[in-house]
């Protein structure tokens, strides 16, 4: 690969799986060394390490943390270690990244449980971020060993954010000006900057997380502040499928996505994009390329402003519940919504769907919260029902409201499934809130009928 002065350069994000070992990363090497640009490449951690290290905080107490800590951090030692051993010939190249690795895992070995609970998602944040701290050692070793000149790159330098920590808000306009400043030099001088996804640092330079899936977000910003056109998310699956590919046997690449087609099916659970990834992207005019790692010669899908036509894909969202307000009769007929919304608003609750008549308004909300005091507080002046094991089903596409025929197909298929909740606030999705147990079954139900409506309008034009 060549790198110039003048040329853009294309930030390419490789996920979870696509970093899963040492055969992995050799694929990735090689699409790198492929590029004929200067590039930027931004790397998530090794498959299931993210979740073993959120697990960690999840199911450990003060008493079993240093116990369970250092467990951990040997699986995370043995896991990156053969994997080095995998991807390089023993040497002093091997061993110096052998003692880097050791190195990061020594510091998060005696990370301490805090003494206070509000210190839990500072800890959470330093913690989750050793799996993308390892990568970027892993992916500049994997780049070097095929020839390619790489240089890791510190996040936490370049991608500044408030201190929400496990969801951090990125600073734009500070990264407008750091992502040039940190990253430039290095592709003038024709070199590989291999940077963290997912984290980031906050104004004392704390570690900081964008939220899980956030690696997608770190491309884009990055992307953005060097104010490239594309951005590329390399993944374990061929593109947009018309539904999970894992799960539905029959789902199609969708060669073409309008972003707001993709925005709504990012949010309401395709998992092989980040909403905030997409909005960003759209808002700053950058299209997103999706490919898979294993099988670089399919073209994948492009995110772009054209529209998609018609029927794109069915999605689920788990881990959802749904809060039913009812107003207490003697309430004034006025003035209801706004008193909901403006709990919502005060505890920052982030709703996903509503439906609502004179007395009563339902609407779903991330089941990960905890939902006591805001239930507390709406039952000041409404009854309030909490609904949980739920799901919400959205099909997604253009014109779904204007299309003949297309919502009596989707309500054809609905009507043998209980539904809690209907919302189908634009032409571009229709969401359905049904049992978690039915989700599955509705999913594949609604993708088939729509994929053979699809069929049959091609095959009779
Ligand atoms: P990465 O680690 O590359 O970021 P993710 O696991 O976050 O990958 O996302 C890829 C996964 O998204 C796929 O393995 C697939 O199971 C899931 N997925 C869910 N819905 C869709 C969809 N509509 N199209 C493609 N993939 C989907
Ligand atoms: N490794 C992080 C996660 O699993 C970020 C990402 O994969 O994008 O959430
Ligand atoms: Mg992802």
């Given amino acids: 690969m060549s790198n110039s002065k003048d040329s853009i350069p294309c930030i390419h994000k490789f996920g979870g799986t696509s970093v899963g070992g040492a055969e992995e990363l050799k694929a990735v090497a090689n699409i790198i060394r492929n ?26 107490d003060e008493g079993s943390w240093t116990t369970s800590l250092s467990k951990l951090v040997e699986d995370l030692r043995n896991r990156h270690q053969n994997a080095l051993i995998k991807l390089i010939e023993g040497g002093p190249e091997r061993i110096a990244v052998a003692d880097k690795i050791d190195h990061i895992l020594d510091e998060v070995s005696v990370l301490k449980f805090p003494e206070s609970e ?3 998602p500072e800890l959470s944040d330093q913690l989750m971020a050793v799996g993308e701290d390892l990568m970027v050692e892993m992916t500049v070793t994997a780049l070097k060993s095929q020839g390619v000149l790489s240089i890791g790159l510190d996040a936490r330098d370049i991608i500044c954010t408030d201190s929400d920590f496990g969801s951090a808000v990125p600073d734009i306009e500070a990264i407008g000006h750091l992502v040039p400043d940190g990253v430039i030099p290095f592709l003038d001088l024709g070199t590989v900057p291999v940077i963290q996804g997912f ?6 330079g704390r570690t900081t997380t964008l939220g899980r899936g956030g690696s997608d977000l770190t491309a884009v910003l990055i992307g953005a502040a060097l104010g490239v056109p594309k951005v590329v998310l390399w993944t374990d699956v061929d593109g947009i499928y018309s539904a999970d590919p894992n799960f539905i046997a029959t789902a199609e690449v ?18 092989v994009i980040h909403s905030a990834a997409v909005k960003h992207a759209m808002a700053q005019g950058v299209l997103l390329r999706i490919k898979n790692t294993f099988k670089p010669n399919l073209k994948g899908s492009l995110i772009h402003f054209k529209a998609t036509e018609t029927f794109a894909a069915v999605v689920r969202k788990k ?24 709990v919502l608003g005060r505890y920052q609750v982030p709703v996903d769907l509503v439906a609502t008549s004179h007395r009563y308004t339902a609407f779903t ?3 990960s919260q905890d939902l006591s005091e805001l239930q507390c507080e709406l039952s000041t002046f409404s009854e309030v029902r909490v609904v949980t094991d739920i799901s919400t089903v959205t099909v997604v596409g253009r014109g779904l409201l204007r299309e003949s025929g297309l919502n009596a197909t989707v309500f054809s298929v609905v009507d043998k499934t209980p539904v809690y909740l209907i919302s189908q606030a634009s032409d571009v999705s229709i ?31």
């Avoid at 951690?45 to 905080?57: E, I, Q, R």
């Fill in 319 to 342: 881990d959802v519940a749904m809060i039913e307000v009812e107003a207490f009769p003697t309430a004034l007929a006025y003035g209801f919504l706004a008193r909901v919304f403006e």
């Fill in 199 to 204: 984290i980031g640092s906050d104004t004392e």
């Fill in 118 to 120: 509000t210190g839990l």
């Fill in 365 to 367: 909300i991330d089941r």
């Fill in 254 to 271: 969708i060669p073409e996505v309008g972003f707001g087609e993709a925005v709504e099916l990012s949010y309401f659970g395709a998992k």
């Fill in 35 to 60: 590029q004929t640009g200067p590039t930027v490449v931004v790397v998530s951690a090794m498959a299931g390490v993210s979740d073993s290290l959120n697990n960690l905080l999840t199911n450990s």
């Fill in 431 to 461: 969401s359905f809130v049904v049992d978690d147990a039915e989700s599955p079954k509705l999913v594949s139900r609604l993708h088939s009928s729509l994929i053979e409506r699809r069929m049959v309008q091609k095959s009779s034009s």
